[in-house]
């Protein structure tokens, strides 16, 4: 009998790369999943499989072994959840032989957090098959600790809203705070289907960052004062003024580099046809953009991005952050 632990997928209203610097961010999780299955094994082995991925293979004593996939790419891609498996195996003490297989709804690459969403999926499955007590926060730290094999230097911002879910204002000194947001945010999300690595967005920023610190410096404010309207816009259910937020948010992203064609394309043709307003959300370069809409318009903002040629969907939030999944 195995385990089975799911976590949402995120989407960044406001703040990615800013919030690397201290900045703060707010996001939200949606109603897409990523699921892990934690079993015990006879012998000592941990056996990781992805199935959206497409990689699977053993690891024991230092070495990894393929099943499935190329091995290089296999290891590179199984190696954050190794990690967070081998956290949960410190906590409990024990030395347990596991299969873990991932299965995800979460788009990869995509901005949207699947790699943190899978790491707290495995980490709470893993827990709860070795009868493990760990907190929220446990799975948090963990999955945290995943996304830095993954990442290099991660704000720590999607581990935090697929573990707890709701909506987060996050920022690296102060931590997470839930938000109370009780207006309906209409959103749809277009994936541009261009895969990206985060790591080398991150890096891109970084160098640009260092290169004209007196030119984005600024930049990094400017995004600050942005995250602070926007809490009281979306206290006071303005949504015009979440819209008009987003694009500047975005134009302040598009200033970092971390825009692209694809992007560009989709997010116009959402303010074409009337969103209040569209940002690309999660590392960029590719990957997924948002659009906000009014409910009246929110069907023909969805259609907009499909005939772009975004594979497009609503997306709602979701409350529920990490959880054990009945068997
Ligand atoms: C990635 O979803 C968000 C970034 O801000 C990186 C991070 O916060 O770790 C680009």
């Not at 790491?119 to 709860?128: E, F, K, L, T």
Request: with cysteine; charged share 25%.
């Amino acid at each position: 009998m195995g385990v089975i632990a799911s976590a949402p997928a995120k989407i960044i209203l406001f703040g990615e790369h800013f919030v690397v610097y201290g900045e703060p961010a707010i996001v939200l999780a949606v109603d897409k999943r990523a699921y892990a299955k934690a079993e015990l094994r006879e012998d000592k082995r941990l056996f990781l499989r992805s199935l959206n991925l497409n990689v699977a293979g053993f690891f024991e004593n230092g070495n990894f072994k393929a099943e499935e996939g190329n091995p290089k790419e296999a290891k590179i891609k199984l190696e954050p959840l190794k990690c967070a498996v081998e956290k949960v195996l410190e906590i409990s003490g024990e030395r347990a032989g596991l299969n873990i297989e991932v299965n995800s709804t979460v788009p990869v690459a995509a901005g949207l957090g699947s790699s943190a969403a899978v790491a707290a999926a495995v980490a709470a499955a893993v827990g709860a098959l070795l009868n493990v007590k760990m907190s929220k926060e446990d799975v948090f730290r963990i999955a945290y600790e995943a996304e830095k094999v993954m990442h290099g230097t991660p704000s720590g911002v999607d581990p935090a809203i697929s573990t707890f879910g709701g909506a987060l204002f996050f920022q690296i000194d102060t931590g997470f705070k839930p938000l109370d947001v009780r207006v309906d945010i209409p959103l749809v999300v277009g994936n541009t289907g261009v895969e990206r690595s985060t790591r080398s967005q991150v890096a891109k920023v970084r160098s640009l960052k260092d290169r004209y610190p007196q030119v984005v410096e600024p930049m990094m404010r400017a995004a600050r004062e942005i995250v602070l309207r926007a809490i009281e816009a979306l206290k006071e259910g303005d949504l015009e003024t979440v819209g008009e937020l987003m694009n500047i948010n975005h134009a302040l992203l598009y200033g970092l580099g971390v825009s692209d064609e694809s992007l560009e394309w989709l997010i116009n043709a959402a303010r074409k046809a009337g969103a209040l307003g569209a940002k690309l959300t999660g590392a960029g370069g590719g990957g997924c953009m948002i659009a906000l809409a009014s409910k009246d318009r929110v069907e023909n903002v969805l259609e907009a991005v499909q005939r772009a040629g975004g594979n497009a969907f609503i997306a709602k939030k979701t409350d529920e952050g990490v959880r054990i999944e009945p068997t």
